[in-house]
C-alpha cells in the first residue's frame, strides 16, 4: 500500500537544462511534503518543503509545486548541475501523526555534464 | 562536527545473534527516529522518541528494541537476528517533533 508514489525510477537531464521530478499520493490526510535528496553511502538531506495552504514554494534552483487536487506535487530544479546527480525521495506527513513521514521510493537522477 | 551519528557503519552478523545499532545527534533536538531501508529502497520509520518518549511504534517485532538513554542518543537493539533484517538502518533527529528531519549516514546490517 505505497502512498506515496514515484513512478519513475530515474531521469537523466543535461546540465543547464530543466530537471522535473514527480510525486503523486494516495493519503488526502497528507498536509506537508518534503523533498530529500540522497548521495551514496549518506543519509537523506532534507532539500526543500511545502505546506498544503501553498501550491509553491522556491528556494534558489529548487522550486516545489503542489496540486492538492490532482495529489500531485513535482521538484523542479533549474538550471541542473552534475552535483545534483543523486536519488531524490518525496515524503509526506499527516496532520496530528507526530510528524511520521512516508517515503516514496525514490528518483536517480542524473545530471550529464 | 557530525550532526547525527551512527554506530557502526557496516554490520555483518549471523543469524541468531543479538547487535546494537548507536546514535548520538549534536542538534538538540528533542524528537528521534529510527528507519529502515529494505532492498526495495522504501525507507520506512520504525520508531520515534520525544524527550527519552516513545511516540511512535509501527508495527516492528518485538525483537527491535530502541532506548534513548537521554534526547541526544537513540540506540537500536535488536535480538536474534533474521535473514530478513538485513537493510540500511537510518537514524533522524528533528526539533519538536517537526517534519524536517535530519539523518544519519546509515548502518548497513547484513545477516548471514
Known amino acids: 500500500d505505497q502512498q506515496v508514489k514515484q513512478n519513475s525510477p530515474s531521469l537523466s537531464v543535461q546540465e543547464g537544462r530543466i530537471s522535473i521530478l514527480n510525486c503523486d499520493y494516495t493519503?488526502?490526510?497528507?498536509?506537508?511534503f518534503l523533498w530529500y535528496k540522497k548521495y551514496p553511502a549518506e543519509g537523506p538531506t532534507f532539500l526543500i518543503s511545502?505546506?498544503?495552504?501553498?501550491d509553491k514554494n522556491e528556494d534558489g534552483r529548487f522550486t516545489v509545486f503542489l496540486n492538492k487536487s490532482a495529489k500531485h506535487l513535482s521538484l523542479h530544479i533549474v538550471p541542473s548541475q552534475p552535483g545534483d546527480s543523486a536519488v531524490y525521495f518525496c515524503a509526506a506527513s499527516e496532520v496530528g501523526a507526530n510528524s511520521k513521514l512516508t517515503f516514496g521510493k525514490g528518483i536517480t537522477l542524473s545530471v550529464r555534464p | 562536527d557530525t550532526a547525527v551519528s551512527q554506530t557502526p557503519k557496516y554490520l555483518v552478523t549471523q543469524m541468531g545473534n543479538d547487535k546494537s545499532i548507536k546514535c548520538e545527534q549534536n542538534l538538540g533536538h528533542d524528537t528521534m527516529y529510527w528507519y529502515k531501508q529494505d532492498s526495495k529502497k522504501f525507507l520506512k520509520i520504525m520508531f520515534s522518541y520525544n524527550n527519552k518518549e516513545l511516540i511512535i511504534n509501527e508495527t516492528v517485532p518485538n525483537r527491535f528494541s530502541p532506548k534513548s538513554p537521554d534526547k541526544a542518543h537513540l540506540n537500536l537493539h535488536i535480538n536474534s537476528l533474521e535473514l530478513g533484517d538485513s537493510a540500511v538502518y537510518f537514524c533522524?533527529?528533528?526539533?519538536?517533533?517537526?517534519?524536517?528531519?535530519?539523518f544519519g549516514p546509515g548502518t548497513r546490517l547484513t545477516v548471514t
Open positions: 493519503n488526502s490526510m497528507f498536509d506537508y
Open positions: 533522524a533527529s528533528s526539533p519538536n517533533g517537526g517534519s524536517e528531519q535530519y
Open positions: 511545502i505546506s498544503s495552504i501553498k
